[in-house]
Nanobody
Framework: QVQPVESGGALVQPGGSLTLSCLVDNRVFSTFHMAWYRQAPGKERELVAN???????AYADSVKDRCTISRDNVANLVYLSLKNLKPEDTAVYYC????????????WGQGTQVTVST
């Protein structure tokens, strides 16, 4: 069973920062590519950042200079740190785990709400 569980969403003022966490309680966590997506109201889900099993990270242009994705293969966690938050960062943030071996499968969390507002 692979069930990502996100946490850390909050109401944040513009210019603020926060870190989201995603726990995948699975003994083969280190074999999953991990990613964060977000979906704003009325918009399609979009990729924010991803990190491979080899720790290679990539970012969307909209967050590239404000975002860090990292993983802890001992604690089975992946993090997304965002700084200088903007109202347009408001969205539900989803964690995705994708297999790196065998049949490609994706597993999604339920999401955590990030609201950037005064």
């Amino acid at each position: 069973q692979v069930q990502p569980v996100e946490s850390g969403g909050a109401l944040v003022q513009p210019g603020g920062s926060l870190t989201l966490s995603c726990l995948v309680d699975n003994r083969v966590f280190s074999t999953f590519h991990m990613a964060w997506y977000r979906q704003a109201p009325g918009k399609e889900r979009e990729l924010v950042a991803n990190i491979t099993v080899h720790d290679f990270a990539a970012y969307a242009d909209s967050v590239k200079d404000r975002c860090t994705i990292s993983r802890d293969n001992v604690a089975n966690l992946v993090y997304l740190s965002l700084k200088n938050l903007k109202p347009e960062d408001t969205a539900v943030y989803y964690c995705q785990a994708k297999t790196s071996r065998g049949v490609e499968r994706e597993f999604w969390g339920q999401g955590t709400q990030v609201t950037v507002s005064t």
